[in-house]
């Protein structure tokens, strides 16, 4: 009997729908090939919710993702909502959905394709073959932290509070995940921190080693400060597998990394939460990229990242690692044959659409194993 999962498809604003059209074509192709079924669930977030249904995150949307084994999201924000009150703005959509599912993991891969080398800042040799994964904390730490705020003292002297905190259960979470994703890669982990001036620092370095002691000694474990880490992620990427860290660390080092390998819509992202009672680790799965409000309707962006997001969540939500590994082929086979979408053109190679570069990429997996 073939394996059907329930997944939510959030397309939300600007290009987010444009770039998921293609995302749902790959769909069929790859219920075709493997015997999976989607059942497929189409709702709206962000400013598309807010015309629908007056807020940018309904709760039956809300509900319908709690009971779905995974979410794919386009992307949220345009001009036509800047002008709403704070709490109805797209993008209080997202950060509603990432805190009711509890996604308390946030999954980058910094990955760096054959064709990509010479659009990385950094020289061929030293991103070439690059495939880091970045495991930041995502719903704790100092953009959370209580007190906060801005306060005026008796002299009158203005000051900005926030504070890092970190608990044993928020600190073994996520390490859980990053050597369970190590397992399934280099075997390797790098978790940073700053424990040389941060008592929250000092106990992740401990939690972390403990949790490495106690579960998973066959990972190989070093801990780096997160300032080293952001100098040795542009003098030596290809050192690291995995990388784990707090939010604010993992927020700066994930976009450093990011750009090792090139353009924003090429990046995609995943956010984990607890496994529910039916064995499904709540997840949600979307580009790094935004609406791009100054592209939007004109078939010209890139869909590769929200490709592979659906290729990520393939692989850690269904464990479909054969397909998900073969969409990655079929987009690496695509670029080096020269075909590429407007922000990744370079001199003698042939500028697609968004539909042209779905269908090629179809084409491309259909071909893989064939
Ligand atoms: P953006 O990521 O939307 O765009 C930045 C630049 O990259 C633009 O020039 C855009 O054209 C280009 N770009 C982005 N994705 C591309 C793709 N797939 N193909 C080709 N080019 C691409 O960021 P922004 O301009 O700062 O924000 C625009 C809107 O998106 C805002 O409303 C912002 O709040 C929202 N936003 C949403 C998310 C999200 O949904 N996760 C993330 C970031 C920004």
Redesign the pocket.
């Known amino acids: 009997m073939s394996k059907i999962f329930k997944l939510l498809i959030l397309p939300?604003d600007?290009?987010?729908p444009e770039?998921m059209t293609e995302v749902t074509k790959l769909i069929s192709a790859v219920e075709k090939s493997s015997g999976a079924k989607f059942e497929i669930t189409y709702d709206d977030i962000?400013g598309a919710a807010y015309d629908r249904y007056g807020t940018p995150l309904a709760d039956s949307t809300l509900e319908v993702a709690k009971q779905s084994h995974a979410v794919l999201?386009g992307?949220?924000?345009?001009e036509k909502w800047d002008d709403l009150e704070f709490s109805l703005k797209?993008?209080q959509g997202?950060l509603r959905i990432r805190k009711e599912l509890e996604l308390f993991a946030n999954l980058r891969p910094a990955m760096c394709f054959e064709s990509m080398v010479d659009a990385s800042s950094l020289k061929p040799e030293l991103v070439a073959g690059l495939d880091i994964m970045i495991v930041r904390e995502l719903t704790g730490g100092i953009y959370f932290g209580k007190p906060r705020g801005i306060e005026t003292l008796a002299d009158g002297t203005r000051q900005g509070v926030n504070t890092q905190t970190y608990n044993t259960k928020e600190i073994h979470r996520v390490a859980r995940i990053a050597f369970e994703l190590a397992r399934k890669r280099d075997n390797r982990v790098v978790s940073c921190e700053k424990s040389n001036v941060m008592e929250s620092g000092i106990l992740w370095r401990e939690e972390v080693t403990a949790i490495h002691t106690n579960e998973y000694n066959d990972v190989e474990l070093t801990h780096m400060y997160a300032d080293n880490c952001a100098m040795q992620l542009v003098r030596n990427p290809k050192q690291f597998d995995v990388i784990v860290t707090d939010n604010l660390f993992g927020d700066i080092l994930s976009d450093e990394a990011s750009m090792l390998t090139g353009?924003?819509?090429m990046l995609p992202s995943a956010s984990l939460g607890e496994v529910d009672e039916n064995n499904f680790r709540k997840a949600l799965y979307?580009?790094?990229?935004?609406?791009?409000?100054?592209?939007a309707g004109q078939g010209?962006?890139?869909?590769i990242?929200c490709i592979l997001s659906f290729a990520m969540c393939l692989k850690y939500s269904f464990e479909m690692n054969d397909e998900a590994d073969k969409i990655n082929d079929a987009v690496n086979n695509v670029l080096t044959s020269g075909y590429k979408?407007?922000?990744l053109i370079g001199n003698n190679e042939q500028n697609l659409s968004t539909q042209q570069m779905g269908d090629k990429i179809i084409e491309a997996f259909n071909s893989i194993g064939s």
């Not at 010209?300 to 869909?303: E, S």
């Open positions: 939300g600007g290009i987010g770039v962000g999201l992307a949220v924000g345009g797209p993008e997202l353009s924003l819509g979307e580009p790094v990229h935004g609406s791009a409000p100054d592209i010209i962006a890139n869909p990242a979408t407007k922000d």
